[in-house]
């Protein structure tokens, strides 16, 4: 796609956010989302440093994003190497189908090592809040559902790893290394949920599992890594 860089106006260079978006997928969540991510993006009054596609699908993108030929069927993966690609001080996973409001940057403030940006879903609000992630590793549910936007060096440190509740085992890991979590009360991203997404329905067994490795996580047995089962220390 010819573009000029938005990040541009006239003679004047216009500073973005220091954030990557990295956003994995398929050829048919591109042909579904694709158009209303690019529009999403573009609409946004400050731009992220880099827009980073994972992805082997067919793509028209502004000439400012970066397409990295990658994919892994369990998807996280994909992140990982999008945040190795990146070269921004903080990154977010942003998946196609979700969308930023156009002043997502422009109040974003980046303190500690991790941001939990609060949005909507299905009507309602998805956000953590301070004691809902002091308490996350004894908690029944993820209290951290809204958006993360985390120091890369962290992200390098502690990866995601490949389960269906991906962003909830993430900050529970975080959370067991002591990670400085800061949060934006502000609403400004849309979560959309549709019925064939990866979440859309309850999976008990998958909750258990979560249950579990929080219990490992205190115990300090779990070794770092992308590994799912996790290593665990002798």
């Known amino acids: 796609m010819d573009s000029v860089d938005p990040r541009r106006e006239g003679s004047v260079v216009v500073v973005p956010s220091p ?3 990295i956003s994995p997928f398929e050829q048919n969540y591109w042909d579904r989302f694709g158009a209303t991510f690019i529009a999403s993006i ?3 009054t400050v731009k992220p440093q880099e827009v980073i ?6 793509v028209d993108v502004p000439d400012w994003w970066k397409v990295v030929p ?3 069927d369990r998807i996280w993966p994909c992140v990982n190497v999008g945040v190795r690609e990146a070269t921004a001080e903080w990154c977010t996973h942003l998946p196609v189908d979700d969308t930023m409001d156009p002043n997502f940057f422009d109040g974003l403030v980046l303190e500690g090592d991790a941001v939990n940006v609060r949005g909507r879903w299905n009507g309602g609000l998805c956000y953590g809040t301070p004691d809902q992630y002091r308490n996350l590793l004894d908690m029944r549910n993820n209290g951290m559902p809204g958006l993360a936007v985390i120091r ?7 990866p995601y790893r490949s389960h269906k509740y991906v962003d909830w085992v993430h900050w529970c890991e975080m959370r067991s290394h002591n ?3 800061s949060f934006d009360s502000r609403c400004v991203w849309t979560w959309v949920r549709h019925d064939d997404a990866l979440t859309a329905q309850s999976d008990h067994g998958a909750e258990q599992e979560v249950f579990e490795f929080c219990g490992l996580l205190k115990s300090g047995r779990v070794v770092p890594g992308e590994d799912w089962p996790p290593k665990l220390a002798q």
């Open 19 to 21: 954030v990557a978006i």
């Open 179 to 181: 990670v400085e979590a």
């Open 53 to 58: 596609l994972v992805t082997t699908a067919r």
């Open 152 to 158: 890369r060096k962290t992200w390098l440190k502690i």
């Open 70 to 72: 990658y994919w892994d």
């Open 42 to 44: 573009e609409a946004l």
